[in-house]
């Protein structure tokens, strides 16, 4: 298990910090409230709504929440099954310190004295349609709150806002993963149609066009793509960051208020 946590790279978080960070704060005008909340020493439990944003939300919580801890307690996140079947992805969030959503992790992570990030509702929160963007799946979701009480790890809730609006998802359901197969066979039992898929989509069946490629060819292209971008960045949205008060265990009297604590905070995040 141990070999799971090793794989993170500091030198590749360093120099995404350095080449890509200030292009995620410029371009999406991220703003940051409430880093005073963040101990200086872990391990601690993060926890975050997900929007179709989800590439902006993880990086961003990479590089405030590492920095803000330093060398003190090393920051993992749960990452869907899925991302550990798809090579080259694999390995690249591997090297940005995610691993598998498993309560046998988060037992390592915490023994170490390290900090577990999990975005709870996983991809049937992140995939929701622009329809809902209010909609809040924390009340969905419990094995969080399982490990906060088994490891009486600190929960700190961080909300994001505006991040479900770069990318508009207009259908989403387990039944568009069925349609679309590849996503069902990865595990992937819940996925979308959104504009980026859409324009990523039509953007490489043209330039394949161009290039003069057989048309079954360009349709096998399409597809994969249409397929594997769900979360594609296309609108430059501004972005709320908004890191909570932490919360001990210890003060609720069970599971079930732990979780009705932070699915208030998250129900007001666009109020």
């Known amino acids: 298990m141990t070999n799971v946590l090793e794989k993170r790279s500091s030198a590749l978080i360093k120099v995404l910090k350095f080449a890509l960070w200030p292009i995620i704060r410029r371009i999406f005008q991220l703003k ?24 902006l939300e993880s990086h961003s919580s990479l590089f405030i929440l590492q920095e803000k801890l330093g060398p003190n307690s090393i920051v993992y996140g749960f990452t869907h099954p899925s991302i550990f079947k798809l090579p080259g992805i694999k390995h690249y969030f591997e090297w940005i310190g995610a691993v598998p959503a498993t309560y046998e992790v988060a037992d390592e992570v915490f023994k170490n004295g390290h900090s577990l990030m999990i975005f709870p509702g996983g991809n049937r929160q992140a995939l929701r349609s622009i329809w809902n963007y209010r909609d809040n799946h924390f009340r969905w979701s419990h094995g969080w ?19 479900h609006f770069v990318n508009p998802v207009l259908l989403s359901g387990e039944w568009v993963s069925k349609i679309l ?23 490489s069946f043209y330039l394949l066009k161009l290039l003069h490629t057989p048309i079954l060819l360009n349709i096998i ?45 998250m129900d007001n995040i666009y109020s």
């Open 32 to 55: 940051t409230e409430g880093l005073e909340n963040v101990p200086s020493i872990g391990p601690l439990l993060f926890v975050s709504n997900h929007n179709i944003g989800a590439l």
């Open 221 to 265: 292209i399409a597809y994969l793509v249409f397929v594997l971008t769900p979360l594609s960045l296309i609108f430059p949205c501004p972005i709320k960051m908004k890191i909570h008060q932490p919360l001990k265990p210890k003060n609720f009297k069970d599971q079930a208020s732990l979780e009705e604590a932070v699915g208030e905070i």
């Open 145 to 163: 709150a399982k490990i906060a009480f088994e490891h009486n790890v600190p929960v700190i809730p961080i909300s994001f806002s505006g991040s």
């Open 181 to 203: 197969i590849l996503p069902w066979m990865l595990g992937l039992k819940w996925t979308s149609i959104s504009i980026g898929q859409i324009l990523s989509a039509l953007v």
